[in-house]
């Protein structure tokens, strides 16, 4: 059986031990924002320059 003081360490762990995989999480939304605003920008400007070259 755990003791009040082992009770709190073993939560401030676990509380701890939460926040690097949210800050993971957040970074990997915004890696995967980021690669689709790439992939869209990239998309855009191939196709500006595919309609400039065929005027």
Known sequence: ???P???QNAT???TWM???SQADL???FVTAFGLVAAS???GYAIGRLVAM???
Request: glycine content about 4%; proline content about 5%; aromatic content about 24%.
């Open 40 to 42: 869209y920008l990239v």
């Open 12 to 14: 401030t762990f676990y």
């Open 5 to 7: 003081g082992e009770f």
């Open 53 to 55: 070259f065929n005027d």
């Open 18 to 20: 939460q926040v690097p």
């Open 26 to 28: 957040a970074t990997v």
């Open 1 to 3: 059986m755990l003791t």
